[in-house]
């Protein structure tokens, strides 16, 4: 499925301009693109062909109950962020490039079915965006938080970039890998749902993350004693766009409860 996917969004994005080169990954060599983020070899490597110093890379997701946010079996989109791989990070690198009306942007590159899985998936928090506005706006907050600072995304890195050509590029990649990580079907499978009656204990939400990934530990995120968010590390080899993502552990601990974690279903917003 990913492999469509990807060939998909591909497609889908070449614009009119003939000339354009979507991926733009003609830059670097088969073997730079092999090298994977927070090694030795990634360090003798141009930036425009492996994330350095920011090797780590996060794929986050947030779970709204109230007032309930995106599908009521599905947690939504908070972003794709790159760490250093220390675990500390840097943000808002490239203030000329904080990009609005994203929405039309994608629209100019024809990405219309991107559009409208993340206007139903990726909304609006407004903790993270300290605004009550659109979905758009967390885009917006993402993007020139987190996007502006990875370095395969750089203008330069491109042999033929086209303009907001890299925001497309995170916005894609971003969907690709939460698409990847069904965070509610991770946790329904070790019988930990959404209710009133029960509460949960760490460990086993820990344990169940673990089953699903292989053994990997994300961060497991609580606002107070209610289940509010989890990150999924990644190493990469190659860039953010149709780079591989090689999962490993947080290099954060959970803030939740050893027990009586909460996990409600969602509240109607309206």
Same mark, same amino acid.
């Given at each position: 499925?990913? !492999?469509? +996917?990807? &060939? ?5 994005? *070449? ?7 979507? /991926?733009?990954?003609?830059?670097? !060599?088969? /073997?730079? @693109? ?16 492996? =994330?350095?110093?920011?090797? %780590? *890379? %996060? ?5 709204? #109950? ?14 794709? #962020? ?37 206007? =139903? ?17 967390? #885009? ?5 938080? /987190? ?6 995304? =750089?203008?330069?890195?491109?042999? /033929? ?15 690709? %890998? +939460? ?7 991770? *946790? ?10 029960? @509460? +949960? ?7 169940? &993350? ?20 989890? #990150? ?11 780079? =591989? ?17 909460? +996990?409600?279903?969602?509240?109607? !917003?309206?």
């Amino acid at each position: 499925m990913s !492999s469509l +996917y990807r &060939f998909a969004l591909a497609s889908a994005a *070449l614009l009119s301009t003939a000339t354009a080169t979507f /991926h733009g990954s003609d830059i670097c !060599s088969r /073997h730079d @693109t092999n090298v994977l983020s927070c090694s030795a070899a990634a360090l003798n490597t141009s930036d425009c062909c492996v =994330e350095s110093p920011g090797g %780590l *890379l %996060l794929q986050t997701q947030l779970y709204n #109950w109230n007032p309930g946010l995106g599908p009521d079996d599905s947690w939504t989109i908070h972003g794709l #962020w790159g760490d250093f791989c220390n675990g500390s990070y840097t943000s808002s690198c490239d203030n000329a490039r904080n990009y609005t009306n994203i929405a039309g942007i994608l629209k100019e590159y024809q990405q219309y079915s991107l559009l409208e899985y993340m206007r =139903e998936y990726w909304l609006n928090d407004p903790v993270v965006t300290t605004t009550n506005g659109t979905a758009e706006d967390l #885009w917006e907050h993402e993007w020139a938080k /987190h996007g502006t600072c990875m370095t395969t995304l =750089e203008p330069t890195c491109y042999m /033929h970039y086209t303009p907001y050509l890299e925001l497309v590029q995170f916005l894609q990649e971003v969907v690709y %890998l +939460y698409k990847t990580l069904p965070t509610h079907e991770y *946790l329904a499978s070790c019988g930990i749902v959404p209710t009133n009656s029960t @509460t +949960y204990a760490l460990a086993d939400v820990e344990q169940c &993350f673990m089953k699903a990934t292989g053994g990997y530990l994300p961060h497991i995120g609580c606002t107070g004693n209610y289940l509010s968010e989890v #990150w999924y590390y990644h190493h990469l080899a190659g860039k953010v766009k149709g780079g =591989e993502y090689v999962p490993t552990n947080t290099t954060y601990a959970s803030n939740c409860p050893s027990q009586g974690i909460m +996990y409600p279903p969602k509240l109607s !917003s309206s």
